[in-house]
């Protein structure tokens, strides 16, 4: 056999593996270059749509990114109504009212209306749960708020060793005298059923995980891991394959074309 | 020499970006905003219940639920402070907006929660809102620039200032 022969022959070998291999980097990859094209082109417009500010709360997918409820900051109850703090995040029964918050102090129920103290500020809700208003404690009383308690249909609130009285409604609070204070019951803390705890702490975690965040921890692999990491690295060096494999095989079959034109050309 | 200029360089950008102060949290203390709203001092607060159709014309300029039910303001003739929160991405920004005589006399964020987008608390912001009146369709009179990298909370400050004004003009038609 010559040597152009052997030559050939070996070309045609590279041809028919390099075709193969193509064809089947190219059938592996359809399913990865789906999945990271629709969640980069997700990835791109997560705030625009949102996905930075929606919540996922499967407890499996929760478990597995190890978010867990922190336990009760301090809780208080007032009639059937329960004033709950977990980490930064305050709760009027099932319903979070704030966030951001760092120290609770009472509540105090005078139905329709129910105040929560925490130690910057005052929230009016309705018993329903609805906000009615929320105020800076700084306004109008001595610094951060000690205590909450009730004195018949008043709220009354002590704060830097003064004592506030509220109007029926709310609306203001106002200096009271120590001496008043017959008949006057303060909120204490005491700790949530289990079967509450375990609803809050449900709804702490659902808030702790974005579809942006999972969506990236896709489009990266982090989802499984460093598994997942490698997987993806492997995913990208085979489409570097893949585009190497096509141009190469392009740039073969384009010169097999121009060379059948050539002999074409000079029979003629 | 060469140690020194290593210094400024490997030092520089994390001072450029770190500015002084420029962290997000407490600025101002409310009742200091409302203090220096009223140099003569400070009045009672009242409230405005925000129901009917004072609360739709809020929720279209806030874009979502309003969360209160009444809000708490500061009025003096013709002079008015209102205290609001509003999200910029995910928390609350406290902003004060002092409205005097149907146009806005000053805004500040009193706090300010999130990692980015503090850049709203500078004057270099804030002042844009000075003399800033509603038009008819509910908008400010004047184009409001942003701050690249704090889109959102630029638009949820220009939204209370819109607020604010639409509750001052029913303070003053309501009486």
Sequence with gaps: MTLSRRQANGNARLRIWLRRGHRWLGVVLVLFVLLLGVSGIALNHASDWGLDRRHLDWPWLLDAYGIQAPAPTASFADGDLRATLIGERLFLDDQEIAEGVTGLAGIATLDPLVLVATKDALYVLTTAGELVESMDAAVGMSGSIDRVGRHGRRAVVESGGKFYRSDPDMTQFERWDADQQGG??????????AAELAVLQTLYRGRGLTVERVLADVHSGRIFASTGTLIMDAVAVFMIVLSLSGFVLWLQHSRREAELERRNGRRR | MWRLLLAILLLAPGAAFAGPGGEAGRYIETDEYISSAFPGGSPAPRTL??????????????????????????????????????????????????????????????????????????????DQFVDARLEDDG??????????????????????ARVALLLDDTIKTTG
Excluded: C
């Excluded at chain 2, 609350?92 to 964020?109: E, K, L, Q, S, Y």
């Excluded at chain 2, 889109?151 to 939204?159: D, E, M, Y």
């Design chain 2, 49 to 126: 219940w925000v129901s009917g159709e004072l609360r739709d014309a809020v929720e279209r300029v806030l874009g979502h639920r309003f969360a209160a039910l009444r809000v708490r303001y500061w009025h003096e003739g013709a002079r008015s402070v209102w205290i609001l929160d509003e999200i910029g991405k995910e928390l609350p920004i406290t902003i004060g907006v002092t409205v005097a005589d149907g146009a806005i006399d000053n805004v500040r964020v009193l706090e300010f929660r999130e990692s980015r987008g503090w850049e709203v608390r500078y004057p270099f912001f804030t």
């Design chain 2, 139 to 160: 908008h400010l009179d004047r184009r409001i620039d942003g701050i690249t990298g704090a889109t959102l909370s630029v638009a949820a400050v220009t939204r209370i």
């Design chain 1, 184 to 193: 006057l019951q303060w909120s204490a803390a005491t700790p949530p059923a």
